[in-house]
């Protein structure tokens, strides 16, 4: 079973039978469920993934002190690490692993400031423009397997995407990345002899085409050991993850080169032709440094508009 399954059995099991029988004052102000950090949360756990910080386990997710106090946090607190040590063979931890604790009592504002910069799901414009993307996805990744007042789902939902221009203007500027180093960088620094450079183009090319392709889904990158694995299951574009692995795992002599330019060009037109199917360019070309303008131009927002192309990414 994946770590997001055996985490709701974990709970039905034991800690709803729990929490009715010891907490049947507080189950409506709280919620319960498994995102954040780790493996589990996306889906992506396999055998590897079991050689740390795996466990079953669960956040009980906790309104403000006013609603649920010191006092009842520290019940609850206690009831969980009475909870079963072992279940379907893994065994909970004794210590928090590496980087906090990812299951337990959590406050619901302490656990989306520490992942998105906010206790409520309200970014500024600077905050959407900042944030690193693999945080938001831990914003929102996982399950919710009870949410009795929809406080922790509402957070989720504000936080479930981009508002539509700083979509825009990420775009903007991962297509003009990807104009610099693929279209334009790749072959100029081999033909200076410097294969070096020419593969950190590609590197450059690879990234940012890949931040294109989320974008293009409406779907947070996760963080970048698990980003082709989430590219091939995207609905839109999926097939590029084998062009960029092809793009970073060959060298550069003048025949593979020849043949990496033309995996760059190709790839160019498919993204080309998703954003005009979804009218985010007027431009008309295999130029992707225009489509970029062209989307920025598109934005509504005009203090988003008018910042630099490369403000986003």
């Known amino acids: 079973m994946k770590g997001l399954e055996i985490a709701r059995a974990y709970f039905e099991q034991y800690g709803l039978p729990m929490l009715r029988e010891q907490f049947s004052e507080q189950l409506p102000k709280i919620a319960i469920g498994l995102c954040g950090s780790g493996s589990e949360c996306f889906g992506y756990d396999d055998e590897v993934s079991r050689d740390h910080d795996f466990e079953p386990g ?31 063979g893994l065994h909970r931890s004794l210590m928090a692993p590496v980087g906090g604790a ?37 914003a929102v990744n996982g399950e919710i397997f009870w949410d009795g007042s929809g406080e922790v789902s509402s957070i989720r939902e504000k936080l479930s995407y981009y508002p539509e221009d700083i979509r825009r203007k990420k775009l903007a500027g991962h297509l003009l990345l990807m104009a610099q180093s693929g279209q334009y960088n790749y072959s100029r620094c081999l033909r200076h002899g410097e294969t070096g450079a020419a593969q950190l183009a590609v590197t450059e090319f ?20 698990w980003s082709f694995r989430a590219l091939r299951a995207l609905p839109i574009l999926s097939l590029h993850a084998e062009l960029m692995e092809y793009l970073l795992t060959t060298d550069n002599c003048p025949e593979m080169a020849e043949e990496k330019q033309d995996v760059i060009e190709g790839m160019a037109v498919d993204i080309i032709d998703e954003l005009q199917k979804q009218k985010l360019t007027e431009a008309v070309c295999g130029d992707l440094e225009k489509h970029a303008y062209s989307v920025n131009d598109s934005i509504g927002d005009a203090e988003i508009r008018n910042l630099h192309i490369l403000a986003a990414v």
């Open 58 to 88: 669960f956040i009980l997710f906790l309104p403000n002190e006013e609603i649920v106090t010191r006092r009842e946090a520290f019940l609850l607190e206690r009831a969980y690490a009475k909870l079963p040590k072992e279940f379907m």
């Open 102 to 138: 990812r299951h337990g009592v959590i406050r619901t504002a302490d656990f989306f400031t520490e992942k998105a910069g906010t206790p409520d799901g309200n970014l500024t414009l600077q905050q959407w423009l900042t944030i690193p993307e693999e945080s938001l996805a831990e």
């Open 206 to 225: 690879v990234r940012s085409a890949m931040s294109v392709l989320f974008l293009l889904n409406q779907r947070y990158m996760p963080y970048y050991k």
